[in-house]
């Protein structure tokens, strides 16, 4: 693996619930777009390549960001059906393609998140030789949110358990994934093909990746964030209200 950094930002979404039909990444929160936040935390991270997966107003969504930041050669890949995560992931694939480096996937509505803690997390993933870091934050109310489930103590991740899917007991657990993650390229995108629609949604879930590289026998870890806000997503105009308290 080389020491070049990639980031998959997933921006497709309709974002049902913002009562527009402007895209969701493209709603203002002080006085920027969301993406915009997000994008500028990856480029102070370090990050050499970064690619955007568009749908919902996507044509919108890249005119923008060539023209916010024209010194930065964003790429494009577009999503034409809502298939899920992991199904979002697979349309990078081929941009990507003799990409072995470390590549971090996150949403484009999550505004808070900072250069800080997106190094701290491609730190992690490169001292432990992960294939996958997920990051993680605690939540006094981790109600709705996937848990992660150590090894014991240590910072090993076994799985990732769906709130709605979780055990009383995994339910007592307050660290949830926060969606973002490290991987590596090669093995990201192999473990994708393993991937399947099996589940309520019939989707392809990103976080299926975490239970097959375990399977493999092969290195999944957690970092953890200092800050809980800096993961906080934004689904609806409520949503959107509250964090907008927050950063001013």
Known sequence: MNNERAAIVLAAGKGTRMRSERAKVLHEIAGKPI??????????AGINRIVVVIGHQGEEVEKHLRATFPEHSIEFCWQREQKGTGHAVMMTKDTLAGFDGAVVVTAGDVPFISE?????LFA????????????????????????AVRDGDSDRLLEIVEHKDASAEILQINEINSGI?????????SALDAVTTDNSQGEYYLTDVISILNKQGKPCFVSQAGNPDEVRGINSVEQLKELEQLFS
């Open 116 to 120: 800080k803690t997106l190094s701290s």
């Open 35 to 44: 993406i915009d936040h997000v994008i500028r935390a990856l480029k102070g």
């Open 124 to 147: 992690d993933h490169e001292a432990n030789s992960a294939c996958a870091t997920c990051l993680s934050a605690v939540f006094e109310d981790a109600t709705g949110y996937g848990r």
């Open 181 to 189: 993650f490290a991987f590596s390229a090669l093995e990201l995108f």
